[in-house]
């Protein structure tokens, strides 16, 4: 039996590690204030110039976060599997979202409202300890899509977004080629051709949408030769 939507939710913010230190009466108002967005594969979720509502978690699915130049073109800097945050920065500040949000697969959002953000803020230690992790960990991803911005080789390019600087958990990345080549800004086919080479090297094993890595450590110096 498939699990609702609303009980993920639910689940996913029960197990925060901020949420246990919280008031009971707090706890309620947490969870009976959160909202759901859901969409498609391809669909933009949350578009630049709207209201930020809150803090957002992907409770299923795949998002990319892009923005777009004067000119038209599209550059996504960073994809949140579910399970993960995204859009601290835009709940700490009031004005509009400066990115589109977009599904890789079919997506379900869960929105933490910026009115008990801040009052999460204003009163829980936990919570701001935890924030301050994610933001620290966010600033190293921002500082490796620098990087990522000079290189020049698609080999480095995916070697960098299969590294644990964006997928921090399981080596087991359920990604798909094309997912990986929205992420890293490159076609399906150059994709396929780089993995299949850090697959002749035993640096990782592809099975149908995922990308499990075996040398880790390899994988890294593979990204600073190649």
Known sequence: MLTSPATLAANFIQSQPWHGTLDPAMQGEVLSHLTLVKGEKGQCLLPTGATVNGWYAVISGLVKLQSTSPEGRVSAFLGVPAGEWFGEGSALKAEPRRYDVVALRDTTLMCLPRSDFAALQATSLAFNQYLVAHLNRRLGQAMALIEAGRLRSPEERVA?????????????????????????????????????????????????????ILDEPALVNYRATA
């Not at 990986?180 to 090297?201: A, C, F, I, P």
């Open 160 to 212: 960098l977004y299969l590294s644990r600087v964006f997928w921090p958990g399981t080596r087991k990345l359920s990604l798909s080629q094309e997912e990986l080549g929205h992420l890293v800004g490159l076609s399906r086919q150059t994709v396929n051709r780089v993995l299949r080479q850090m697959e002749r090297l035993g640096l990782v094993s592809l099975t149908f949408g995922r990308v499990e």
